[in-house]
């Protein structure tokens, strides 16, 4: 593990409603943002692990937003893991596909003026997707873990960890959960982003 690029902090049970889970907390030294991996089962002796890389999303997981499918999401791939009775979710600190939570506002802003996600990021200076998924290879390496089935509808983030040398079984599709305040949203992932939905 490069410990200049992050560092393990700590782990602890986490019991939840869905399953006793396993979280395991990290600092990336650069940037001081704590990301967690969510497990349950013994990873280390599976060939390949059921994995979900997933994006904090504090209005929709706190605050239950339906701009996004990000909690419906998050909630399924815990269910899932659930079922299996073994995996793992990355839970990063990149609010707002990595531009931060009050740039996130600063873009839900222009979206009600009329411009879509990806319009509005630019609008603001960003890139339509600013995450890097450098410190969730060096979590998986930590872990001990192989290969990963990835639980995603976004094909860059397949590429984005591979170019990280994750090694990826197959994908796993998500499905998503529509409603009239997200409608655009969804649609702007299929079109602009090219998700898998």
Do not use: W
């Not at 009329?114 to 930590?142: C, K, P, W």
């Amino acid at each position: 593990m490069q410990q200049d690029i992050i560092k393990f902090v700590e782990a602890s049970e986490l019991p939840s409603e869905i399953a006793n889970f396993k979280v395991h907390a990290f600092t990336e030294k650069q940037s001081e943002k704590d990301h967690l991996a969510i497990t349950l089962g013994d990873i280390k002796l599976t060939d390949s692990v059921l994995t979900r890389i997933h994006s904090q999303c504090i209005t929709g997981e706190s605050f239950f937003s339906l701009r996004c499918d990000c909690r419906f999401q998050l909630t399924e791939s815990l269910n899932q893991i659930a079922k299996k009775e073994l995996g793992v979710i990355f839970y990063l600190q990149q609010e707002g596909r990595g531009i931060g939570l009050s740039n996130k506002i600063r873009a839900y802003n222009l979206q009600d003026k009329g411009l879509d996600t990806v319009e509005a990021n630019h609008q603001l200076g960003f890139e339509e997707d600013e995450r890097s998924y450098e410190t969730v290879s060096e979590m998986i390496n930590f872990l001990g873990i192989k290969k990963i089935d990835l639980m995603t509808n976004n094909p860059k983030k397949i590429d984005a960890l591979k170019s990280f040398g994750v090694i990826i079984n197959q994908r796993v599709p998500l499905s998503t959960n529509t409603n009239k305040y997200n409608q655009k949203y969804i649609s702007t992932k299929i079109k602009k982003l090219g998700h898998l939905l």
